[in-house]
């Protein structure tokens, strides 16, 4: 199989605005693509000239670039769960003060998270075409200023979990131990998936018991279900990597599934509107809620149906597209609590 990446990512000290490589890559050699399945096309997931490059200062960019500023959809999908959460416990409409202070967080949190991710995975990303452009591979930002500027993201969601009640700051400390063991996952696994899973939709449990000070079935139903949701969108996502991941000995729900990945999306998806569906029965979700939940199952079903797992293209689309399931069942929710 051919290198990921016929040149090595650039430097420490490369990464000025002025001479910065990732402006201008290497191309791959006469009839050579960049490997792991991408054709043509370079597939690092770094794109210079974008708003982060023409509206930050220089020295901020790499730091914008390990918190995934630039890439939002990451933020939506840890955002989503907290929201429905509140949405699903509110006596009518969701409480707008809690949902800012849930933006504020999720953006904290899940930049943290990456920076995590990205200082426990710098010996892997450098030899992955997808992030070898990454900061700490690439030299931009090493490796103390990347825990540093974690750390400084942490402070940002401790201070939005002070906000709430003890019941919600309870449950945030304990998913820090989710947080820290994630990264390591694919070390050891073919499931990190999974983990991911448990991570990402904790804000579900945080969301109601920020409006309601205690825990109930509907927020465990609807946790439940967005770990299903997490397990079919990110083993889309981890189809972009299967190649190299196989060749560095990195685990995924990819790799595990194979061409057998169609099936089993289907089955998480069709598990997780059925949770999504019984959390939403428990709290007496007006019948016209039925229309929205109909429409989540026809999103995600069409995922699978459609993803071509041979195209990283693809699988980055498909996965992009499930903030549109978010947006659906969070107003499937809201409006289902107001009729």
């Not at 770094?46 to 630039?70: N, Q, S, T």
Request: glycine share 12%; with cysteine.
């Amino acid at each position: 199989m051919k290198s990921p990446h016929p040149y090595p990512p650039p430097l420490a000290g490369e990464g000025s605005r002025r001479n910065r490589r990732l402006n201008n890559p290497s191309p791959p050699r006469a009839g050579e693509g960049w490997g792991g399945g991408f054709g043509d096309s370079d597939p690092t997931d770094i794109h210079p000239g974008d708003w982060v490059d023409r509206y930050l200062p220089a020295w901020a960019e790499p730091y914008a670039r390990l918190a995934r500023w630039d890439r939002p959809i990451g933020t939506w999908l840890l955002l989503f769960p907290g929201w429905w959460g509140i949405a699903l416990a509110g006596p009518v409409w969701p409480n707008l003060r809690l949902m800012a202070l849930f933006a504020i967080g999720a953006a904290a949190m899940r930049g943290a998270g990456c920076t995590l991710n990205d200082i426990a995975d710098r010996h892997y990303d450098g030899r992955v075409a997808r992030t070898r452009m990454r900061p700490i591979p690439s030299g931009r930002v090493t490796v103390t200023q990347a825990t540093l500027f974690m750390h400084a993201q942490l402070a940002v969601g401790a201070l939005v979990l002070l906000c709430l009640n003890n019941a919600s700051k309870g449950l945030g400390v304990f998913v820090l131990a989710l947080i820290t063991t994630y990264p390591y996952m694919k070390r050891y696994t073919y499931w990190p998936q999974l983990f991911l899973g448990l991570n990402f939709n904790w804000g579900a449990l945080i969301g109601w018991t920020a409006v309601t000070g205690t825990l109930a079935w509907p927020p465990l139903l609807l946790y439940l279900g967005g770990i299903f949701w997490t397990l079919g969108y990110d083993t889309i996502y981890a189809h972009q990597d299967k190649e190299d991941d196989a060749r560095i000995g990195v685990k995924s729900s990819a790799l595990a599934l194979g061409d057998r990945t169609r099936p089993f999306l289907f089955g998480f998806y069709a598990v997780a509107v059925a949770l999504w569906i019984a959390a939403g029965m428990t709290v007496g979700l007006d019948l016209i809620s039925w229309g929205g939940f109909l429409a989540v199952a026809a999103l995600l079903m069409w995922q699978a149906w459609s993803v071509d797992i041979s195209d990283p293209a693809d699988c980055l689309a498909k996965f992009r597209a499930n903030r549109y399931v978010g947006w659906v069942l969070l107003g499937t929710i809201v409006f289902g609590r107001l009729l």
